[in-house]
């Protein structure tokens, strides 16, 4: 009778096991699934990641990807040819890995692709984790800052002009390009350009709000507004380049006796400019 009953479990094991190690096999074998881009060849696809692009490599010559190579910044451009699917591998400053499927498409419903850190497929490093304390990735990094990030980048991928905002002085021309309303912020998005044979060294660059002062004396007061967040502002601008950046400030209007001031202070030198905005910029942004 034992050797019955333990013939029998032998067999109902032996039965079981070839399903047991498949289903242990396929699982650990299994290829996560990739997402798919789709782009073309008359518009460039926006790719905007979690860290800045230290490198980004496609499979296929009839895709191309570009990045920032010489300065590290939070999104590519995709653009495609006709032909055969491929694939396009990113990694970020902080090892980050991102892979996905790209293919051809004449026409795009999309155009803006924001990837959130969990789409990550890994690390080229292991992550060594604290046994006491461990904190995800996502939680150490701060939401408004990277959503300032990823919109102004985007800002200034766009040709978007509020109107001919300009002024120069001895080769220097400061331009307000653009004036963006969104959510509960203004974003200017500003150039710097130096069509002069000496670099341009910035002091600073500040926004404040003047008030005309009614009665019997007049006087202008100003009061300077400080940003949330500067993106890509530069310290100087070399002769016969420009540079763009963005300033973000809490969302304000202003009366028809207020406007706000930019002033651009050169650093030890006097190529300064004040830029007057009227009212009228400022409380009918894009």
């Not at 992550?127 to 800052?145: A, F, G, P, R, Y």
């Not at 380049?241 to 930019?262: C, G, N, Q, T």
């Amino acid at each position: 009778m034992k050797k019955y009953i333990i013939i029998s479990a032998l067999i109902i094991v032996s039965a079981f096991a070839p399903r047991l190690c498949s289903a242990q096999a396929t699982e650990q074998q299994q290829p996560i699934p990739l997402d798919t881009i789709y782009a073309n060849d008359t518009k460039n696809v926006a790719l905007f990641f979690p860290e800045p692009i230290r490198q980004g490599i496609t499979g296929s010559d009839n895709f191309v990807f570009t990045y920032n190579r010489e300065k590290e910044q939070y999104f590519g451009l995709l653009q495609a040819k006709p032909g055969k699917e491929s694939n396009l591998l990113v990694v970020n400053r902080n090892g980050s890995i991102f892979s996905y499927i790209v293919r051809y498409k004449k026409q795009l419903s999309k155009h803006n692709y924001f990837i959130p850190l969990s789409n990550s497929i890994g690390n080229e490093k292991p992550i060594v984790k604290d046994s006491v304390l461990v904190e995800s990735s996502e939680e150490l990094v701060d939401n408004s800052t990277y959503y300032y990030q990823k919109f102004c980048s985007y800002l200034l991928n766009r040709k978007q002009r509020i109107a001919r905002i300009k002024k120069r002085n001895e080769g220097i021309i400061l331009t307000v390009e653009n004036i963006v309303f969104d959510k509960d912020e203004l974003y200017f998005v500003i150039e710097i350009e130096n069509n002069s044979t000496l670099d341009y060294n910035l002091n600073f660059l500040n926004l404040s709000i003047e008030t005309r002062q009614k009665g019997k004396r007049k006087s202008l007061q100003r009061l300077y507004q400080e940003p949330i967040y500067k993106h890509s502002l530069p310290s100087k601008i070399k002769e016969n380049e420009m540079a763009r950046f963005v300033y973000v400030l809490p969302k304000f209007s202003l009366s028809d006796d207020r406007r706000a001031i930019l002033e651009l202070n050169e650093k030890d030198g006097e190529r300064n400019i004040e830029m007057k905005l009227s009212h009228r910029y400022i409380n009918n942004p894009n």
